[in-house]
């Protein structure tokens, strides 16, 4: 198992950005893609970013392509969300994952075997 810990979020105007981070500990970070979920109040847990065990691969959701960008660093065992132009509807509790299988980039929440606590995010308008 791998334990996982995020931060970085807060409130921030319409426009605004924040950086997520992901601190993991446990299992051999470079041998695990990770991944970045939210979930809003009343919602289903919705995928937002993935990332390869390399960093090389990159697969985002339509709803954040061209405003999120998912990095590592191996050497840190950290993962970062970089949100910028932040919208009301990304207002949710951010998640990063951990991915064990033998997959690039994978997406569903059933393809990560460890979560972290998850970080609020609150954009107003």
């Known amino acids: 198992q791998v334990q996982l810990v995020e931060s970085g979020g807060g409130l921030v105007q319409a426009g605004g950005s924040l950086r997520l981070s992901c601190a993991a500990s446990?299992?051999?970070?470079?041998?695990?893609?990770m991944g970045w979920f939210r979930q809003a109040p009343g919602k289903e847990r919705e995928f937002v970013a993935t990332?390869?065990?390399?960093?090389?691969?990159?697969y985002y959701a339509d709803s954040v392509k061209g405003r999120f960008t998912i990095s590592r660093d191996n050497n840190k065992n950290m993962v970062y969300l970089q949100m910028n132009s932040l919208k009301p509807e990304d207002t949710a509790v951010y998640y990063c994952a951990a991915a064990f299988l033998p997959i690039s980039v994978p997406y569903r929440p059933g393809d990560f075997g460890s979560w972290g606590q998850g970080t609020q995010v609150t954009v107003s308008s």
């Open positions: 990332i390869s065990w390399s960093g090389g691969n990159t």
């Open positions: 446990g299992r051999t970070f470079s041998n695990y893609a």
